[in-house]
C-alpha cells in the first residue's frame, strides 16, 4: 500500500536540482515582452487614451488599447461577473488598473513606451471604505449597477431576538482585517501564442477552465479553440486563482500576431490581487452558565473595483462567521462592496481568516468576562456529531472537541507560563471551521499503456502543495500498480479533463475521488481480459504490484504490459468522475453549505516584550481532521506551512493605501515571515477516523486559527486585546499604555 505512507514528492529531485518547468523560466520561439501601462488615480473619467507615439518606437510590435476591442473582440470578463474591462475604456477603478499594453522584442523597449503613451483623465470622487460605500449617495465604482454592493450573502436561523432575550449577558464586539498580499514566490506569468482560429496559453494559474472560458469569450473562439497549458507553480495560495493576466496577454498577442509574455513585478502583484479587508462585528447571547443562545455578525468586505472571487467570499465568510459552535439563533449580513481599490481575491482559507480572526476572539473575551477557562467555555459550546447546525444542515464527521483538546494538551495549557520581567508570557486556542466548494465538479482520465505504466490524465495545479505526489499514491493503490509506473501529466485543456479550480483544499478529495471511480473502470477492463486468458471469473482475480493473478495464488502472476500484449491492446483508457451535491437558500442561508467540513485548531504560547511591544511565539502545536492520511510527511508540512503562512497577517502583513495608492508595495516595506518567525517549538497532528476510506484536504485547516491563538495568548499574557489585525509592536505598546492610564 502506498496510502499512508510517508513517501517523498515525486518531483522532488526537480525541485532541488532546479529543472522543475515554473512558467517564469519558460520561452516560446518568437515571443515579444509586454509591460502595462497603469492608471494614476483611483478614480476618473478616461478621456484620451493616446498610444501613436509608442507605436513608432523602434522595437515595439503592438500596443493595446480599449480602441481594439469591437467585433473582433470582448472587452469585458470574469470569473463571477463579467465586470472587469481588458483594459480600461470609459474609467479607472483603482490606482493601477491596466489602460494600455505594449508588446516589444525586449522588455526595455516595452518600458520606455509606456512613457510615450498620452493619458488624459478627469478624477471622480473616490470611495475607499466599504462601509461608506455602503451608504446611500456614496460615489458609485459601476455607475451602470446603481449600487456598491457587489454580493451579499444573508443567513436566518431561529429567532435571534429571541434569543438575545434568554442571555444572561449580550457581547458586542468590532474586529478588523486588512488587506494582505498573497505572495506566492513566483509571480505571476503568461505566455499567449493566437493565431487566427485558435489560442495557446502557457500560465501560472490555479484555475485552468475558467481560465480558458474567459479566454474564449475575449477572444471570441470556441472554448475548444482555446488552450491553457500549467507547468508547476512557485506557490498560489489563492492569488492565482481563477482569472488574472490571461485575457490581456492573449488580446496583445493576437493583435501583435506574435506570442507575448508578460510577467508582473513584486509592485505589480500588489494591485493585481490583495486578501480581502473586513470589519467584522459580532454580538453573542450567553447564559450565565457559558451556553451560547445567539449570534449576530455584520460583515462588510472591500471586494475592491471588480468582482473576482468577492462572491464567493462574502458566502463562505457569512456562512462560517458563526463559527463550529451550537447556536439556537443566528442572523449574518455578510455584504460585498465595490471600492476604488484593487480588486480582492481569493487568500489562503477564503473568508474564514476574517471570521475566525472574530468569533474566536470574542470567545476569550466572553469566557474571562464569565470566569470560565477559554478551552472549557469552547468545549461546553462545540457542536457534536450529528447536530443541527446554523444552516439546517446535520453536522456529521465532527471532531472540533477532539482537535481543541488536542491543541491545548501538547503546548501544556494547565501548566502556568512563566513570565520574568519585561517578558510576559500566556497561551491562546482558536479553532477553525471551513467549508470547501460545493457544489463541484472533477474529473480524471487513466490511461495503462503497452509498457506496464500507467498515466494520470486530471487538472489539480501543483503548486508546492504535492498534489502529485499525493495522486500518484491514490492512484497507484487504486489500481494496484506500482507507484514508481505512475505518471501524473501536467495540466492542459486539450488532454487533461474538467477540474474546477485548485483551490477550497479540495484536490486531494475531488481529484483523488475521480481517479479512484476511474480505477474501478480501468480494474474491470484488466480484470475482463485476464479472465478470458485465465478462464477464471473475474472476480476470482486480482491486481497486485501491477500483476494479474488469482487470489487464492502466490507469486507474481501475470504483468499488466503481458496481459495487454496477449490481447493485442496497445493500451486501456478509463475516465471518472467526482461531483458533489448543496446549496444554500439565497434568502436564509438555509440548506448544505459544503460537501464536508474542514477542521482545524492551534495552540500558541507567547513571550510579550512590555518595553519594545514585540510579540515572540515560543511554541504552536497545530491540529487538522484529515478523515484518512494519504502522506503523513505532506499533512505535517501543510499543517505547519499553514502556522507559518499565519503569523505574517498575524503579527506584521498589512497593505497600507494613502488615497488608493499602495505605499508598500515590496519586502522592504512589506515583511512576510521568515525563519527567524518561527515558533522554536512548533508541532503538528492529524486526527484520523478508523475505518475512512475518502480523504479530505488539509490546505488551509490550521491557517485562520494563527491570528486569534496569538491575540488570545497575548491577552492572557498582558491583560490587552488587540482587535484590529495586525498585532504589531506598536499597537501592543499604545494598548499598554491606555492600561496603564486606565488602572490609574
Known amino acids: 500500500m502506498n496510502v499512508g505512507r510517508a513517501i517523498p514528492y515525486v518531483d522532488a529531485l526537480e525541485r532541488v536540482d532546479g529543472s522543475i518547468g515554473f512558467t517564469i523560466n519558460l520561452e516560446v520561439p518568437g515571443m515579444l515582452h509586454a509591460r502595462v501601462l497603469r492608471s494614476s ?8 487614451v493616446d498610444a501613436s507615439r509608442a507605436e513608432h518606437l523602434p522595437g515595439v510590435v503592438a500596443v493595446l488599447t480599449h480602441a481594439d476591442f469591437g467585433p473582433e473582440m470582448e472587452l469585458l470578463y470574469g470569473g463571477m461577473k463579467g465586470d472587469q474591462p481588458v483594459v480600461a475604456r470609459d474609467k479607472v477603478r483603482y490606482v493601477g488598473e491596466p489602460i494600455a499594453v505594449v508588446a516589444a522584442e525586449d522588455p526595455e523597449t516595452a518600458e520606455s513606451a509606456l512613457s510615450l503613451i498620452e493619458v488624459e483623465y478627469e478624477d471622480l470622487t473616490p470611495v475607499f471604505d466599504p462601509y461608506e460605500a455602503d451608504t446611500e449617495g456614496s460615489p458609485l465604482v459601476h ?11 444573508k443567513l436566518r436561523h431561529g429567532d435571534v431576538e429571541a434569543g438575545f432575550a434568554e442571555a444572561d449577558r449580550v457581547f458586542e464586539h468590532r474586529f478588523y482585517s486588512p488587506a494582505a498580499q498573497q505572495f506566492p514566490l513566483e509571480p505571476h506569468v503568461t505566455i499567449a501564442s493566437v493565431d487566427d482560429g485558435s489560442a495557446t496559453l502557457w500560465s501560472s494559474t490555479q484555475a485552468p477552465y475558467p481560465v480558458r472560458e474567459s479566454v474564449a469569450k475575449v477572444l471570441k473562439l470556441p472554448e475548444d479553440k482555446v488552450r491553457i497549458v500549467v507547468p508547476p507553480l512557485g506557490g498560489g495560495y489563492g492569488a492565482k486563482n481563477f482569472v488574472k493576466l490571461e485575457p490581456m496577454v492573449a488580446a496583445i498577442a493576437r493583435k501583435a500576431g506574435r506570442p507575448v509574455r ?51 467570499v462574502a458566502r463562505g465568510g457569512g456562512v462560517t462567521a458563526t463559527g463550529p459552535y451550537r447556536v439556537p439563533h443566528a442572523w449574518v449580513d455578510s455584504r460585498a462592496m465595490y471600492t476604488n481599490l484593487p480588486q480582492a481575491g481569493s487568500f489562503r482559507g477564503l473568508a474564514v481568516n476574517q471570521v475566525v480572526w472574530a468569533y474566536e476572539s470574542q470567545m476569550d473575551i466572553i469566557a474571562d468576562a464569565l470566569g470560565m477557562d477559554p478551552l472549557e467555555f469552547r468545549l461546553h459550546n462545540l457542536i457534536d456529531e450529528g447536530e443541527e447546525w446554523v444552516t439546517g444542515e446535520r453536522m456529521d464527521d465532527s471532531h472540533y472537541k477532539d482537535l481543541i483538546r488536542e491543541v491545548a494538551d501538547k503546548i501544556g495549557w494547565d501548566e502556568p507560563s512563566r513570565s520574568e520581567g519585561n517578558l510576559k508570557r500566556g497561551k491562546g486556542l482558536g479553532v477553525t471551521l471551513k467549508s470547501t466548494i460545493t457544489p463541484s465538479t472533477s474529473r480524471a482520465s487513466l490511461k495503462l499503456d503497452a509498457t506496464g505504466t500507467l498515466w494520470v490524465f486530471a487538472s489539480s495545479v501543483e503548486m508546492g502543495q504535492g498534489v502529485k505526489t499525493v495522486l500518484s499514491q491514490m492512484a497507484a493503490d487504486a489500481v494496484g500498480v506500482p507507484l514508481e509506473r505512475v505518471r501524473i501529466v501536467d495540466p492542459d485543456t486539450s488532454i487533461t479533463p474538467y477540474d474546477m479550480t485548485t483551490s ?62 496477449r490481447n493485442d491492446r496497445d493500451e486501456l483508457f478509463a475516465e471518472g468522475s467526482l461531483e458533489t451535491q448543496g446549496g444554500l437558500d439565497p434568502e436564509t442561508g438555509q440548506g448544505k453549505a459544503s460537501d464536508h467540513w474542514h477542521q482545524g485548531a492551534g495552540a500558541a504560547e507567547v513571550e510579550v516584550d512590555t518595553e519594545t511591544g514585540k510579540v515572540t511565539v515560543l511554541r504552536y502545536h497545530a491540529a487538522s481532521y484529515v478523515s484518512r492520511v494519504i502522506n503523513p510527511t505532506n499533512v505535517r508540512l501543510q499543517n505547519e506551512g499553514n502556522v507559518v503562512y499565519g503569523l505574517g497577517p498575524a503579527l506584521f502583513e498589512e497593505i497600507i493605501f494613502d488615497r488608493g495608492r499602495v505605499v508598500n508595495p515590496n519586502l522592504d516595506s512589506y515583511p512576510i515571515p521568515s525563519l527567524e518567525d518561527v515558533p522554536e517549538n512548533l508541532t503538528s ?18 491557517l485562520p486559527s494563527v ?24 499597537k501592543v505598546l499604545r494598548a499598554l499604555r491606555a492600561k496603564k492610564e486606565q488602572s490609574r
Not at 450565565?288 to 468582482?307: E, N, P
Not at 492529524?686 to 475518502?694: C, T
Request: charged letters at 20%; glycine letters at 8%; aromatic letters at 6%.
Open 707 to 730: 491570528a486569534p491563538a496569538v491575540a488570545n495568548a497575548v491577552f492572557r499574557a498582558t491583560g490587552i486585546r488587540i482587535y484590529d489585525l495586525p498585532i504589531t509592536p506598536e
Open 41 to 48: 488615480s483611483s478614480h476618473a473619467r478616461l478621456l484620451k
Open 262 to 312: 508578460l510577467a508582473l513585478s513584486t509592485e505589480e502583484e500588489f494591485v493585481t490581487v490583495t486578501k480581502h479587508p473586513a470589519t467584522v462585528k459580532i454580538k453573542t447571547g450567553v447564559k450565565a452558565d457559558g451556553t451560547i443562545t445567539a449570534r449576530k455578525v455584520d460583515i462588510h468586505w472591500s471586494g475592491g473595483a471588480y468582482a473576482d472571487t468577492t462572491p464567493p
Open 504 to 565: 477550497s483544499s479540495r484536490s486531494t478529495f475531488s481529484s483523488g475521488g475521480a481517479i479512484r471511480n476511474a480505477a474501478e473502470s480501468l480494474k474491470a477492463q484488466l480484470l475482463e481480459l485476464a479472465s478470458e486468458i485465465t478462464e477464471q471469473a473475474p472476480t476470482d482475480i486480482e491486481i497486485v504490484d501491477g500483476f494479474i493473478r488469482s487470489r487464492n495464488a502466490t507469486g507474481e502472476g501475470i504483468p499488466l504490459a503481458e496481459l495487454l500484449q
Open 143 to 153: 455607475d451602470e449597477y446603481g449600487t456598491n454592493v457587489c454580493s451579499y450573502f
Open 685 to 702: 497532528s492529524a486526527l484520523e477516523s478508523p475505518d475512512a476510506e475518502v480523504p479530505y484536504g488539509v490546505g488551509e485547516n490550521t
